[in-house]
């Protein structure tokens, strides 16, 4: 590609071998990038495999360094936004971006899978909007 030579590397890539041993996820990946990029081909990222568990590890590196809208945005691009950890990960950026009725409810439904880490989330959200009974609900629920 970067002598020119589009054609040549087109027929490259489409002649490749993909059912052979040596050809990881990540080669298959690169490979349908490329053969998109040579062909201009609109529909050839539709063999591209999901990028969420990227996206998921991304996330919560995001939120780590202290940077809600950039993990909310991470969140927002993946394929699967109804899992447990989705729910959990989105809950706590709308927790860091002060939107605590949306930061609830994705905390309720993460509650079930990952309760050490959604509970006290959970009665912060609520003491923040100022539903004392719930935060007092939650806050009892943590010393069980």
Do not use: H
Not at 86 to 94: D, F, N, T
Not at 100 to 115: K, M, W
């Amino acid at each position: 590609l970067r002598q020119g030579k589009e054609l040549y590397a087109q027929n490259l890539l489409e002649g490749i071998d993909t059912a052979g041993i040596y050809c990881a996820e990540a080669l298959e990946r690169r490979r349908l990038l490329l053969l998109g990029q040579v062909s201009g081909e609109p529909r050839a990222a539709a063999g591209l495999p999901s990028l969420d568990e990227e996206l998921l590890l991304r996330a919560r590196e995001a939120l780590a360094e202290n940077d809600p809208s950039r993990a909310a945005r991470l969140l927002d691009a993946m394929e699967v936004r109804d899992s447990p950890r989705w729910m959990l990960l989105r809950g706590l950026a709308c927790m860091g971006r002060k939107e605590y009725a949306d930061a609830v409810s994705c905390l309720r439904l993460a509650e079930g899978s990952f309760p050490e880490q959604a509970i006290p989330k959970l009665e912060l959200c609520y003491r923040e909007l100022k539903d004392y009974q719930n935060a007092y609900f939650y806050a009892c629920k943590q010393k069980k």
